[in-house]
């Protein structure tokens, strides 16, 4: 490469040609924006689990040997598969073990979309949705969610309110696939089988029910809110879940997706060879076959969800009805929001706060914790409440 004395401008030059070979929708794109990571605060802002996982995961993992290293994983990760297989009732052909939820919603992109294709979410809901359709080069369609039950349903729904189901505006978008978080994130809301029955009836394409936080549905009782249950019904719908909330495994990165083995056999084709590695796989068998740890983590958030609502009421600010690990709380204006979640950065706290986005500027989406820094949360916010001058306004 010739020089220009000290390099720089041809080196300059060179950058922009690199560049200019990026995809120009990958230049254009907006990136995925995860929750705020900062060593030494109280992480109220990622949904994470308040607690540990198992003990269990924990011998397991110390209990590998130099080979578990030395050679590839299961491509499969057939261990995982059986031990879902037996939590879930379905069979092992059914599951597809993930690199994360992420990874299996990046499996779901390849295997049934392609470029100039439409894809479609209710909206707000998880933003890397719209991250993968840009990457996939398909476009993504938001319809809002509804504030009174879709008239598709004839009425009926038992759906919380200004978080209905939007049936109808989904079915027009056309979209090959349709993404429903449920609960969904950020709001934390339940949709009713009924309505994403309904909508699997009636969708010419693929649904996807993402039941990251599901296992905090119904005081504890998910599975009989889940989808899991209907997929011989409807060979048309996958189902995710994920490890990383009430397994307390979000380190770990690792997830499932439930379909009929047909899709499922189709779907393998496209993840990556070894997507998940040997240890996360370890982890992932005890994590399933330990049944009592696991309720007991759910357990724990319920009890905790519930002083998180009680502290949050005594301040006179709503939310949605939770089925989740999280509120999304309205403090009632702009100004106060964004001067409550810089308070709380300042004393160590993080909460999630999307200040430039208007649907949700009033708004913070606080996780539940542990007993501990809960009882630092209320007191900062106490102070906060009390001093602040946005508070009083």
Known sequence: MAANGNGHANGTDALASAMSYVREDVRNMKAYTPGEQINNCIKLNTNECAWGPSEAVLKALAATTPDHLRLYPSPLCDRVRQAASDVFGVQPAQVLVGNGSDDCLTVVMRSFSSPGDTVACA????????????????????????????????????????????????????????????????????????????????????LVVDEAYLDYAHDGDGMSASYISKLASYPNVLVLRTFSKSYAMAGAR???????????????????????????QIAGEAALRDRAH???????????????EAACASFGWTWPKSDANFLLVDVGSAPLAAALYARLKENGILVRYWGARPELCSKLRITVGAKEAQQKFFSILTDAMQTLPEAKK
């Open 123 to 206: 909206w707000p809901t998880y933003s890397l949705y719209d991250t993968l359709a840009t990457i996939q080069g398909v476009s993504i369609k938001h319809v809002d969610w509804l504030a009174e039950p879709d008239a598709a349903l004839g009425g009926g729904s038992s759906g919380v309110p200004g978080w209905h189901l939007p049936i109808s505006g989904l079915l027009e978008t056309g979209a090959r696939v349709v993404f429903i978080a449920n609960p969904n994130n950020p709001s934390a809301t339940l949709v009713p089988l009924a309505a994403l029955e309904l909508l699997a009836s009636k969708l010419q394409g693929i």
């Open 294 to 308: 696991f309720s007991w983590l759910v357990k724990e958030t319920l009890e905790q969800r519930k002083l998180l």
């Open 254 to 280: 690792l997830g499932l997706m439930f379909a009929h083995e047909a899709l499922i056999d189709h779907m393998n084709k496209v993840k990556d060879s070894y997507n998940v590695n040997a240890l996360t």
